[in-house]
């Protein structure tokens, strides 16, 4: 009896973190599109643009991810702007990874050898082709240990939208602990689902970093 | 607009959670450089028996995430006979979290010193404990000092994981500031403040010691 049901509770995490790992695909595609955009207006130093990005940016990466779930969820709704619970979380999920992206590809094209730019220019690219045939690629090739690490964090930062009620695996492993009253397990399991996730993704980025610097 | 005299009625109770804040980041901050400094030189003892437990803790504080690590140690340990109040349960999950961190900036920083200077202790006849404490370790402090104050910025932010145990730092006090007065610029605006001047000195503070390392770094090279 006991082990079928300790067997069901795992199964039903195991559904619930399905839900977290749900929102990776389209996390970071907004993070990878805008941070881009973001690491291209700031190194073009764009007037006004750029100082508006600066900001947008230090403000995301000196807040606790924490406080901007409260702050869009519980705080924007006196404005009349109202998101729900999983509109909250990709939004901020979203936001953090496009702000720390946008870091790293900055960092990425800072790293570029200015021939590169200029080898762009001299064969008569138009803007628009220099970056996407040319340095985009670079960048992309270069960063690759820092997105998987992004999607790392991205995945750890999913547990925290529970808070404001969004059906995951860590509301469900509380759930459970409050009917089983067995905490080891109901977290452990989903430690150990974490874990199994991001352990692997932690070594491919390792891995990756040790070619790119090769 | 903006409510002045309501900032003003509610700032003390900012304050006293800014104080909070601080509280709980010194004292896991200076316990994890502890038990980092420890981890991180234990984990080059060549020893398997050694070396495993404390690759799969870090490998576990790494891929887990905070507020599972935090239930963990608050829920979980009772189960042991551990009471804890949730102040306790905070600093123990904070300095674990931050002290693998750091433990691993520490391996690397011991790795960086030139293999000479341990060689050079043991002709000097220095027992292990003292060419740590006086030839190594001031050494690999003074170059893993600005990823340490990095480590220590992102160990500011992770407290506000403590409002989940309903302790009174800033993002627990501004949710309830919030939730009494219906004002949310108001009650957010000066805690995200609050972050962000902790988080632009940090970040100036780490602009200064590159900068100063710079210099002092070369001479001694030369």
């Given at each position: 009896m006991e082990s079928i049901s300790f067997f069901k509770q795992v199964m039903r995490l195991g559904l619930s973190f399905l839900n977290n790992l749900m929102f990776l695909p389209i996390v970071l595609a907004i993070g990878i599109v805008l941070g881009m955009l973001i690491a291209i207006a700031r190194i073009k130093k764009t007037p006004v643009v750029s100082q508006i990005m600066i900001l947008f940016v230090e403000i995301v990466r000196g807040s606790p991810f924490l406080m901007i779930v409260f702050v869009v969820y519980f705080g924007l709704p006196y404005l009349g702007i109202k998101f729900d619970s999983m509109q909250t979380a990709v939004i901020v999920l979203s936001i953090t990874a496009t702000a720390y992206l946008s870091e790293v590809f900055r960092s990425g094209f800072l790293a570029i050898d200015r021939g590169q730019f200029e080898a762009a220019d001299a064969l008569g690219l138009s803007p628009f082709n220099k970056y996407i045939l040319v340095l985009i690629p670079q960048v992309i090739k270069m960063t690759m240990p820092s997105i998987v690490g992004q999607l790392v964090m991205t995945i750890k930062d999913?547990?925290?939208?529970?808070?404001?009620?969004?059906?995951e695996i860590v509301r469900t492993s509380r759930q459970i602990m409050q009917i089983t009253h067995r905490p080891i397990e109901a977290f452990g399991i989903v430690a150990l689902f974490f874990v199994l996730v991001c352990y692997p993704l932690i070594s491919i980025s390792k891995t990756l970093e040790k070619r790119v610097s090769r | 607009m903006l409510d002045f005299r309501l900032i003003g009625q509610y700032l003390p109770d900012f304050f006293s959670a800014l104080g909070m804040t601080l509280k709980i980041a010194l004292i896991s901050g200076a316990l994890s450089l502890v038990v980092g400094t420890i981890l991180g030189m234990l984990?080059?003892?060549?020893?398997k028996a050694v070396q495993t437990p404390i690759k799969l803790f870090n490998g576990f504080i790494r891929s887990s995430p905070l507020l599972v690590q935090l239930y963990l140690v608050h829920y979980g340990l009772p189960t042991f006979g551990i009471l804890l109040a949730a102040f306790q349960s905070a600093i123990i999950t904070f300095t674990l979290n931050t002290g693998s961190y750091i433990s691993e900036i520490v391996r690397g920083g011991l790795n960086s010193i030139d293999k000479g200077q341990y060689e050079a202790s043991k002709a000097l006849g220095l027992s292990w404990f003292k060419m740590m404490w006086k030839v190594i370790l001031p050494q690999v402090f003074k170059r893993i000092l600005p990823p340490l104050v990095s480590q220590l910025s992102y160990l500011i932010k992770d407290t506000s994981l403590a409002a989940v145990l309903s302790i009174q730092e800033i993002t627990y006090v501004s949710r309830s500031v919030s939730s009494t007065t219906y004002k949310p610029i108001e009650s957010y605006g000066v805690p995200m403040l609050m972050y962000l001047i902790i988080y632009i000195l940090f970040s100036l503070l780490s602009k200064a010691i590159v900068s100063s390392g710079k210099n002092p770094a070369r001479v001694k090279v030369a």
């Open positions: 999913t547990s925290i939208v529970s808070m404001v009620g969004v059906v | 984990s080059l003892v060549n020893n």
